[in-house]
């Protein structure tokens, strides 16, 4: 089974580094800042790469967060989206029910995976892996481009 092609649970969140940035997610001064605050922080640590998705496809089967945390530099889409949750709800600032999982496909072939997240009465795309590729902060990659809500 592939994981995160549905809602996996966060486990115990016990790295300090995470917990670290968990709270500086946390000290937000209000819901809008702490997305785009944990936004940064995953876009800064992580990339994605579109080759590499399909070269690298054993690393995408990892499920522990405190050792995802651990990585820098590439990493798969869900992934990246995994953590970006894990900052969001362990902060305080979203609850699960705010954050759905969007899918699409790049290219019109290579599935590919976004965050949903419900702030305000209105639905905000979040593609961190995209991020390398200039797609911003309520932007989803789609076909040979990217959209919005």
Not at 69 to 82: A, L, S, V
Not at 127 to 137: C, M, T
Request: net charge positive; hydrophobic share 40%; proline share 5%.
């Amino acid at each position: 089974m592939i994981p995160y092609l549905y809602k996996e649970p966060i486990s115990e969140i016990t790295n300090p580094d995470l917990v670290q940035a968990i709270d500086y997610v946390k000290q937000a001064p209000s819901k809008k800042d702490a997305l785009e605050k944990a936004f940064n922080l995953i876009v800064k640590r992580f990339k994605g790469y579109r080759f590499r998705t399909y070269l690298l496809f054993w690393k995408a089967f990892e499920t522990n967060p405190n050792k995802l945390w651990q990585r820098k530099g590439f990493m798969h889409c869900t992934h990246q989206n995994f953590l970006l949750r894990v900052l969001l709800t362990k902060s305080g600032w979203f609850s699960e029910k705010e954050i759905q999982l969007g899918y699409s496909l790049v290219w019109y072939i290579s599935p590919h995976q976004y965050l949903k997240i419900k702030m305000n009465n209105k639905t905000i795309a979040a593609d961190p892996w995209n991020s390398n590729f200039g797609v911003p902060l309520g932007y989803f990659a789609s076909g040979f481009g990217y959209t919005s809500f």
